[in-house]
């Protein structure tokens, strides 16, 4: 029988394979950023242990970071930052530290430098490490126990996933993202239906979508639950690679899943129907198309999702005005995120009750951007142009909402409370989020 | 890791749905380089409303609603349930990480079909002490699966990177094998 790209990468891993134990995952990138990691280092200290690879573990500063050129850290941030620098000095572990050129969103940083690639498998002490897999590799978000674990021994005690793949058949119209095929899937299988899965994401339109379509897909796996999200990898994966200078493994292109594998559960969403995508909730599951009314409450989590978010049902998605905007987060803050973004705004300007700002998804990226001129095209329509960072994705650092903001965010989670407490997020694409800051209320581009 | 085996107490009610980690530990308390001290800011934000479930019931075994802890990989979720107070959670299910985290920690996570967690909801609602016992497995009489490999591991205490350095041998073997 043939086997799914999930079991290809899994199988080439297993170190130990024991009855009744867990299997012994190798690890062969650890990312590494400073809110999950202290008490990992400090267990290796306390231990007397060292890092077993450190020449396949990164670290980043990312979640702390103030992206502001008016805003420190504030003195507890700036502890978990310096704890990180002095961990990666003590167990020499390579750091693309603040100001150094190369940091920015361990997610954004991964592939952008080359390391991300085909076949490896990826952890991080971050959810988001879903976002890795667009490469065709096994990449998921461990906590901080874990963390420890792989820095001691570069291996993971894992159970196997069960698979699930998503089939994405037809083109999409214009107008249309990887955001909103994302977003789509969520609300079809629900916050939790991927959980204890992998996800394959496959079809026409997934292989349609650039290497940053495909990890702003991978990138929210886990807000359907999923452990990870994968994508094969193809010329499209080749051509990223190439122009980063990696070199092609010819193996590479024997990880697609054969025609006879057979997964644990497949789901089809047809694509020529999806339209532009809102959240209306509190998880990223509770979305509605742009040309929607926030919808009747099916339950009591919805009825509590509305009133925390201050909407009515019945109330036209378009209708809805929204005080800030933030385009930025490992899901969409690359390059062709801001040039779509800089499209929509230039010559226009932001609507005079919103607050918009943009946030690279790292110093690479904000360079490439610079060069390209698109700050220019932000500040002049009136947004804010930061410094890469989390920034306003969960509120770690001065980048907040204050209570009872209305923000269209590019992010992934519109939690309570998870950009700034009491703040109320509408998730989108940066298309949208752009078209928005210069409406006021939702909107797509002119 | 801190062993556990059994408990028998009261249980706190949170029947609510998706409850996410950002909700468990808040952002803010993200920062310290510290593993204790997070029970004080357990559900930081929803504790400000008074009729808020944990404001008004004790207990060490809390009992949620399904895909309880998703969202954030953040272990400080875990650790602010275990630094409060609770030794068990029974749901009829949780986030992967969450549930992964629990268990490498000493705080076990509990998984019954949702008519088995409304039947200990109900009990628990009417002041009954509930046991979670892990060497039989059961919660309040209802038998629950957890495999043999993590229940040994949450009896012993087990110091997990121990056991893996145990298999130095074969990961050098791999590393050579890969190089």
Partial sequence: MGRTLFEKVWDSHVVTHDEGRPDLLYVDLHLVHEVTSPQAFEGLRLAGRKVRRPDLTVATMDHNVATGDDTPADPLSQQQLDALATNCAEFDVPLHATGSGREGIVHVIGPELGLTQPGKTIVCGDSHTSTHGAFGALAFGIGTSEVEHVLATQTLSQRKPRTLRIHFEGERAPGVTAKDLVLVAIGEIGVDGGVGHVIEYAGPAIEALSMEGRMTVCNMSIEAGARAGMIAPDETTFAYLRERGVEIDERWRDLPSDPDAVFDREVVIDVATVKPQVTWGTNPGMVASIDDVVPEPADEAAERALAYMALTPGTPIREITVDRVFIGSCTNSRIEDLRAAAAVVQGRHVHPSVRAMVVPGSACVKVQAEAEGLDQVFTAAGFEWRRAGCSMCLGMNPDVLAPGERCASTSNRNFEGRQGAGGRTHLVSPEVAAATALEGHFAVPA | ?179
């Fill in chain 2, 1 to 179: 890791m801190k062993a556990f085996r059994s408990v028998t107490s009261t249980a706190v009610v949170l029947d609510r749905a998706d409850v996410d980690t950002d909700q468990i530990i808040p952002k803010q308390f993200l920062k310290r380089i510290e593993r204790s001290g997070f029970g004080e800011f357990l559900f930081f934000d929803w504790r400000k409303a008074p009729d808020f479930e944990l404001n008004h019931q004790r207990g060490k075994i809390l009992i949620a609603g399904r895909n309880f802890g998703c969202g954030s990989s953040r272990e400080h979720a875990p650790w602010a349930l275990e630094d409060y107070g609770f030794e068990a959670i029974v749901a009829p299910s949780y986030g992967d990480i969450f549930r992964q985290n629990s268990l490498k920690i000493g705080l076990l996570p509990v998984e019954l079909p949702p008519e088995q967690v409304r039947d200990l909801m109900d009990r628990a609602r009417a002041g009954e002490e509930l046991t979670v016992d892990l060497e039989v497995r059961t919660a309040g009489g209802h038998p629950f699966e957890l495999d043999d490999f993590s229940r040994k591991c949450l009896l012993e205490g087990m110091d997990e990177i121990a056991l893996t350095l145990r298999d130095e041998a074969a990961i050098a073997a791999y590393e050579s094998a890969h190089a």
